[in-house]
T-cell receptor
Framework: ETGVTQTPRHLVMGMTNKKSLKCEQH?????MYWYKQSAKKPLELMFV???????ENNSVPSRFSPECPNSSHLFLHLHTLQPEDSALYLC????????????FGPGTRLLVL | DAKTTQPPSMDCAEGRAANLPCNHS???????VYWYRQIHSQGPQYIIH???NNETNEMASLIITEDRKSSTLILPHATLRDTAVYYC????????????FGSGTRLSIRP
């Protein structure tokens, strides 16, 4: 596989469920990102990881918990979400958190009931 | 807030050049201009970036004005597959992780 992959591509969950989104990059990059894209709103940066260390948390509620076990994998653990958290969640990677181009995965479309 | 201003929508005939404008009047000297596009229900795709010189690659050309306050993305021969939302972003070298997407331009290519 090449590029940035995300699983699952679609997810429906209740407000009491716990689920995890997975992102994997096959580009040899060191930085990974989580973005949220709600309907009719711009992409919002959520978290940044550089060499497995979290370098940015953009005031994201604690019901979203990221995990980066290594430079190739990034998870977003979800618990007690709200319906307004329904959105497209996009993962991206880049060589470093500098000027380098970010490459995005296809996203996970999440619906919270 | 995004540092760029783009028209919300444009259309272009298939086979013609699509010229997408972007205003970034508050751009600072260390900020690059990036363009991404997002086809419906997919992740954004990098197109091109530049600092002050015009740039060209296999996808598009980027024309940056001399004062760097605006730029134009040119798709030389638009196809139906170029229908997407195009985002113009300014990003500095030092804080490039703070990539901020605006609302973009929804480009529609008509047959």
């Amino acid at each position: 596989e090449t590029g940035v992959t995300q699983t699952p591509r679609h997810l429906v969950m209740g407000m009491t469920n716990k689920k995890s989104l997975k992102c994997e990059q096959h580009l040899g990059h060191n930085a990974m990102y989580w973005y949220k894209q709600s309907a009719k709103k711009p992409l919002e940066l959520m978290f940044v990881y550089n060499f497995k260390e979290q370098t940015e948390n953009n005031s994201v509620p604690s019901r979203f918990s990221p995990e980066c076990p290594n430079s190739s994998h990034l998870f977003l653990h979800l618990h007690t979400l709200q319906p307004e958290d329904s959105a497209l969640y996009l993962c991206a990677s880049s060589q470093e958190t500098s000027i380098e181009t970010q490459y995005f995965g296809p996203g996970t479309r999440l619906l919270v009931l | 807030d995004a540092k760029t201003t783009q028209p919300p929508s444009m259309d272009c005939a298939e086979g013609r050049a699509a010229n997408l404008p972007c205003n970034h009047s508050t751009i600072s000297g260390n900020e690059y201009v990036y363009w991404y596009r997002q086809i419906h229900s997919q992740g954004p795709q990098y197109i091109i970036h530049g600092l002050k010189n015009n740039e060209t690659n296999e996808m598009a050309s980027l024309i940056i004005t001399e004062d760097r306050k605006s730029s134009t993305l040119i798709l030389p021969h638009a196809t139906l597959r170029d229908t997407a939302v195009y985002y113009c972003i300014v990003k500095s070298y030092s804080s490039a992780s703070k990539i901020i997407f605006g609302s973009g331009t929804r480009l529609s290519i008509r047959p």
